[in-house]
T-cell receptor, first 116, second 113 residues
Framework: EPEVTQTPSHQVTQMGQEVILRCVPI?????FYWYRQILGQKVEFLVS????????KSEIFDDQFSVERPDGSNFTLKIRSTKLEDSAMYFC??????????????FGPGTRLTVL | GNSVTQMEGPVTLSEEAFLTINCTYT??????LFWYVQYPGEGLQLLLK?????DKGSNKGFEATYRKETTSFHLEKGSVQVSDSAVYFC????????????FGPGTSLSVIP
């Protein structure tokens, strides 16, 4: 069964460093998402991406964050200068199509980011 | 705004016990409602959904009914198993945005033999 994959499973970095979290969405999906979950808190929407551009972003997704689909398979989240409060689990998700009613978002297993 | 509230955990039950996890929501209009489950070490999986009032979603013995009068979507299972131990998230997608899933805080369930 097709699934969303994410690498690495755990990333440790120093404050101020840049990190890139990688995701491989399901191959025929067209919509891509990043969510994050700070330990003990709820899962929060960060950004949605379609047709090589951001379609919606939350207040959390400030200038320190960027997303990219560098090739036909990967979808990345970059944090330019990490802060302690960026420590969280980051989930990637993808969805097949927007037309009609709701289509399920399929989530990856997450990348745990620890900023020291 | 749009938000989801669910009962605090952790919840610990014996095998074959009845499970209820309460979920209420606040939304503009009538959102689509979901329960996601996260097993240890895994990603978020859609457990069940309901897209309009009075719909009942069901899967793997779990059920939830979309109640617009009480703005609720409580998760139930008649007889839990050890393998049901996981974190359960109630969630909604507002009618104003097909993209954004809004999650509740999650409820951790442990089922003991």
């Amino acid at each position: 069964e097709p699934e969303v994959t994410q690498t690495p499973s755990h990333q440790v970095t120093q404050m101020g460093q840049e990190v890139i979290l990688r995701c491989v969405p399901i191959s025929n999906h067209l919509y891509f998402y990043w969510y994050r979950q700070i330990l003990g808190q709820k899962v929060e929407f960060l950004v949605s991406f379609y047709n090589n551009e951001i379609s919606e972003k939350s207040e959390i997704f400030d200038d320190q964050f960027s997303v990219e689909r560098p090739d036909g398979s990967n979808f990345t989240l970059k944090i330019r200068s990490t802060k302690l409060e960026d420590s969280a689990m980051y989930f990637c998700a993808s969805r097949e199509t927007r037309q009609g009613s709701y289509n399920e978002q399929f989530f990856g297993p997450g990348t745990r980011l620890t900023v020291l | 705004g749009n938000s989801v509230t669910q009962m605090e955990g952790p919840v610990t039950l014996s095998e074959e016990a009845f499970l209820t996890i309460n979920c209420t929501y606040t939304a503009t209009g009538y959102p689509s409602l979901f329960w996601y489950v996260q097993y240890p070490g895994e990603g978020l999986q859609l457990l069940l959904k309901a897209t309009k009032a009075d719909d009942k979603g069901s899967n793997k013995g779990f059920e939830a009914t979309y109640r617009k009068e009480t703005t609720s979507f409580h998760l139930e299972k008649g007889s839990v198993q050890v393998s049901d131990s996981a974190v359960y998230f109630c969630a909604l997608i507002p009618k104003t945005s097909y993209d954004k899933v809004i999650f509740g805080p999650g409820t951790s369930l442990s089922v003991i033999p």
